[in-house]
């Protein structure tokens, strides 16, 4: 009997213990993906849009320590279908991966926008730049797309999991502080006539 008594406050203080991590995690993590623009002009529908916040000084950190650092971007075009669902037309994901190369004291990164080059640059600022934009991608051919039909593009990033060398498991013992996910976007456009 006295055990349950002193059971019911330890399994209290066990859950807040396991969900003050997230919960802290989700307040700190303010990533987000701002000004989605699709264009329907071409022979692809492209699409640009932008990671907000999706830098902390830790991560910064680990990429200057030269971490490899990859962010998921998932793409989806959705379509009105029986009822309430909704029929998936597209669905992909795009990886933007930067690393710190040491010995030449530059960034590389790599986009699969451009996947015939390596991008570089000794300029943090502008290789954060080129990982948290995605500008102009072609995404589907037009013509796969009917006229009038009204379409869902939805738009979501994470910071990609990766398995951490030896010596930085220990140093970034709490690597889920510099994680981030964002939640879908959404944007709605119309194919014309």
Request: net charge neutral.
């Amino acid at each position: 009997m006295r055990f349950l008594a002193w059971g019911k406050p330890f399994c209290l203080v066990l859950a807040v213990l396991i969900a003050c991590p997230h919960l802290s995690v989700a307040a700190k993590n303010k990533a987000e993906i701002a000004d989605i623009k699709i264009d329907k002009t071409g022979q692809n529908l492209a699409v640009s849009f932008h990671l907000e916040e999706c830098f902390t000084p830790k991560m910064e950190e680990a990429i200057q320590n030269g971490v490899s650092t990859t962010f998921r971007i998932l793409v989806a075009i959705e379509k009105p279908s029986i009822l309430v669902w909704k029929a998936q037309v597209l669905d992909f994901t795009l990886e933007h991966t930067i690393k710190y190369n040491r010995l030449n004291n530059e960034f590389q990164v790599h986009l699969p926008e451009h996947p015939e080059k390596v991008l570089m640059t000794k300029d943090f600022e502008e290789a954060k730049r080129w990982m948290s934009t995605v500008d102009n991608l072609p995404i589907i051919p037009t013509c796969w797309l009917h006229k009038n039909q009204e379409y869902s593009l939805k738009v979501k990033a994470e910071l990609s999991k990766v398995e951490l060398p030896l010596f930085f498991r220990y140093i970034l013992f709490w690597v889920s502080l510099w994680d981030f996910e964002t939640d879908w976007q959404k944007v709605a456009f119309q194919m014309q006539p």
